[in-house]
Nanobody, 123 residues
Framework: QVEVVESGGGLVQAGGSLRLSCTASGRAFRTYTMGWFRQAPGKDREFVAAISWYGGSTNYADSVKGRFTISRDNAKNTVPLQMNSLKPEDTAVYYC????????????????WGQGTQVTVSS
């Protein structure tokens, strides 16, 4: 079993930055693809970014390319998501998840999920 915990959410003005962090338990962490998803009020959960187990491959949703950066530290079992140039439409609950696959961008490919952290961007 893998426990995933997010932190770092909060309220920020448009144009500002936030850094989310995700910590996953287990010695197998370094073998998981890790991803970030988000769910805005009244909308389905959507893919934001993912990083391969070795950190050499990343994927981003078009809506966040050039503004968000995903990384990982396998020694610390953490997956930060740096979010810059935030927009009101980035407001959502952000979820971190782990997949036992080499590449994973679909929600149904992820097996372990955190409880989410709220990000609110004011205009």
């Amino acid at each position: 079993q893998v426990e995933v915990v997010e932190s770092g959410g909060g309220l920020v003005q448009a144009g500002g930055s936030l850094r989310l962090s995700c910590t996953a338990s287990g010695r197998a962490f370094r073998t998981y693809t890790m991803g970030w998803f988000r769910q805005a009020p009244g909308k389905d959960r959507e893919f934001v970014a993912a990083i391969s187990w070795y950190g050499g491959s990343t994927n981003y949703a078009d809506s966040v390319k050039g503004r968000f950066t995903i990384s990982r530290d396998n020694a610390k079992n953490t997956v930060p998501l740096q979010m810059n140039s935030l927009k009101p439409e980035d407001t959502a609950v952000y979820y971190c998840a782990a997949a036992e696959l080499r590449v994973a961008v679909r929600e149904d490919e992820y097996r372990y999920w955190g409880q989410g952290t709220q990000v609110t961007v004011s205009s």
